[in-house]
């Protein structure tokens, strides 16, 4: 069972930015995913990798802006977000999954997930 945890969340004016965190323990997996679920609104995907090697898909809202990095020494994913507006405030989750996802995929696409780290954008 994969274990993701999540940090690096907070209040930031609006073009400001924030690097989120997520480390992974506890088992093996191929893709790993950024979402974030705004008030009232549905989770959406906001970057995707296979874990290993490969380019990074960025939803049209976020490219340009956030960039992943990954660590696979450590198993950690990064999200830098620059120039962060008011709509990018949400709680952001990190997710894995076993087989590889080389499209945009829902959420339940997804085996494991963290508990969320909350952005928060000032305007």
């Known amino acids: 069972q994969v274990q993701l945890v999540e940090s690096g969340g907070g209040l930031v004016q609006a073009g400001g930015s924030l690097r989120l965190s997520c480390a992974a323990s506890?088992?093996?997996?191929?893709?790993m995913a950024w979402f974030r679920q705004a008030p009232g609104k549905e989770r959406e995907l906001v970057a995707r990798?296979?874990?290993?090697?490969?380019?990074?898909y960025y939803s049209e809202s976020v490219k340009g802006r956030f960039t992943t990095a990954r660590d696979t020494d450590n198993n950690t994913l990064y999200l830098q977000m620059n120039n962060l507006k008011p709509e990018d405030a949400a709680v952001y989750y990190c997710?894995?999954?076993?087989?590889?996802?080389?499209?945009?995929?829902?959420?339940?696409?997804?085996?494991?997930w963290g508990q969320g780290t909350q952005v928060t954008v000032s305007s």
């Open positions: 997710a894995a999954a076993r087989r590889g996802i080389v499209q945009p995929a829902p959420q339940s696409d997804f085996d494991y």
């Open positions: 506890g088992g093996t997996f191929r893709t």
């Open positions: 990798l296979i874990w290993l090697s490969g380019p990074t």
